[in-house]
C-alpha cells in the first residue's frame, strides 16, 4: 500500500510552501512579536483569497472539494512558517459548522470571518442551558480577534458545541504568552447568549479534529526545528570538525528524525481517518496528539542542545518555534489527557468483543 502524498498533494504542498517563503518568513513573524496587533490581517486575506479555508469542504458548500489530507498538507506549511493568523482554528469550525448544518455560518467563515475554539480539559469548566454558557475555558488562541467562537460546553447529559458572537457579547483581552506569534485569551462566560450546534456527536468531532489539526502543526514545527538543528550542526566547528561529526550529536539527530516521522505518520493516518469517516477516528486523533505532544517536546529539548547557548537567543528563530509548540502539546489536551481518552475507547471495544488491532 502507498502510503506517499500524490502527485496533487505534492503540488499543493509545493505551492503552498512557496507562497509563505515569500509572505511569511521570520522577519514578518517577529514584525508581528513587536505589533500591537498580534496578528497579520493581510496574510489572513490572502489565504482567505486563495481558497484556503474550503480546501475540505465539498464544492456545494462553496469549497475546492478536496479533503482532509489536503488540509493537512496546509496545516503542515502553516506550522513550519509559524502564521499568525486563525487558519487552524478557522478550518476546524469550518468543518464544525458544515456537520452540524449550520450552512450560514460556512458562509460567513467562507468570506473572512474568523473563527476560535473554546475546549477545556475539564468536562464541566464551561457548562450550557440550552440558550446560554457559564464559566471559562482553557486558554483559546486568537479569541481577542476573532468573529466567532464555536464552544464545547457541558449539559446534563453530555457535552454539545455552542456559537457565541464575539462581536455582539464582547472580545477577550489578551494575556501575557509565550508565545506572540498569535494572541491568548481566556473565554469566561456568565450566562452569555449562545447558539446550540449539535450534542456530544458533534462535540467529539470538533475535539477529533482540532487534535489533528493541532498535530499537524507540531509537525510542521518539528520539522524545522530539526533542520535547522542538522544544518548547525555541519556548520558549527568544534575542536577543527563539524560538531555533526560527533556521535552524540549524530545519535540526537537520529533520534529528532524518528520522532518527526512519528509524528507524520501518525498525524497524517489521523486526517486520512477523518477524512474517510473511519470507525477508529477518535483513536487516530488521540493517538496523533498523544504522539506529536511527546514527540515534539524531545525534537525541541535536542534542537536546543544541538545549538548550545545560540538557539535561546532572541536573534535565533528556534526559539520561535519552542514557544509555539509548547502551547501546542497542552491545546485540546495533552498527551496525558489523551491517553486516558484512548484507554476509555479500547477498553469499550475489548467490553464489546471488538478486536482493538
Not at 469550525?93 to 455560518?105: F, I, Q
Not at 473511519?278 to 529539548?301: E, L, Q
Not at 509548540?325 to 479500547?346: I, K, P, Y
Request: aromatic share 8%; proline share 4%; hydrophobic share 45%.
Amino acid at each position: 500500500m502507498d502510503f506517499d502524498l500524490s502527485g496533487d498533494q505534492v503540488a499543493l504542498r509545493d505551492a503552498a510552501r512557496a507562497f509563505l517563503d515569500e509572505e511569511c518568513p521570520p522577519a514578518r513573524i517577529r514584525t508581528v512579536y513587536s505589533s500591537a496587533a498580534g496578528w497579520d490581517p493581510d496574510l489572513w486575506s490572502a489565504m482567505v483569497e486563495l481558497g484556503w479555508l474550503g480546501v475540505a469542504l465539498s464544492e456545494a458548500h462553496g469549497g475546492l472539494g478536496l479533503g482532509t489530507v489536503e488540509l493537512a498538507v496546509l496545516l503542515e506549511q502553516s506550522g513550519r512558517h509559524l502564521v499568525p493568523v486563525p487558519f487552524l482554528p478557522t478550518v476546524v469550525a469550518l468543518e464544525v459548522a458544515r456537520s452540524s448544518g449550520a450552512d450560514s455560518v460556512v458562509v460567513e467563515l467562507l468570506r473572512g470571518r474568523s473563527a476560535c475554539l473554546g475546549w477545556s480539559v475539564t468536562p464541566t469548566a464551561v457548562r450550557a442551558d440550552g440558550t446560554t454558557l457559564t464559566g471559562r475555558t482553557d486558554p483559546v488562541g486568537f479569541a481577542s480577534i476573532a468573529d466567532l467562537a464555536l464552544v464545547v460546553a457541558n449539559e446534563a447529559d453530555g457535552d454539545a458545541v455552542y456559537l457565541v458572537d464575539l462581536e455582539a457579547v464582547g472580545r477577550p483581552g489578551v494575556e501575557p504568552a509565550m508565545d506572540l506569534s498569535r494572541p491568548v485569551s481566556w473565554l469566561h462566560f456568565d450566562a452569555t447568549p449562545a447558539e446550540r450546534l449539535g450534542g456530544s456527536a458533534l462535540a467529539a468531532r470538533l475535539t477529533d479534529l482540532a487534535a489533528t489539526a493541532t498535530a499537524v502543526e507540531m509537525l510542521g514545527a518539528a520539522s524545522v526545528a530539526l533542520e535547522l538543528a542538522v544544518e548547525y550542526a555541519k556548520d558549527r566547528v568544534q575542536f577543527g570538525r563539524p560538531i555533526g561529526s560527533f556521535q552524540a550529536v549524530k545519535h540526537r539527530c537520529a533520534d529528532m528524525l524518528v520522532d518527526v516521522e512519528g509524528i507524520r505518520s501518525s498525524a497524517y493516518w489521523a486526517a486520512w481517518c477523518f477524512g474517510a469517516d473511519d470507525p477508529d477516528r477518535s483513536i487516530a486523533a488521540s493517538t496523533a496528539k498523544t504522539w506529536a505532544g511527546d514527540a515534539s517536546k524531545r525534537v525541541m529539548a535536542s534542537a536546543l542542545q544541538v545549538h548550545g547557548g545560540v538557539g535561546f537567543t532572541w536573534e535565533h528563530d528556534l526559539h520561535l518555534y519552542l514557544k509555539r509548540s509548547q502551547l501546542d502539546q497542552v491545546s485540546f489536551g495533552d498527551a496525558a489527557w489523551h491517553r486516558a481518552r484512548l484507554g476509555r475507547m479500547l477498553r469499550a471495544k475489548l467490553d464489546a468483543g471488538i478486536s482493538v488491532l
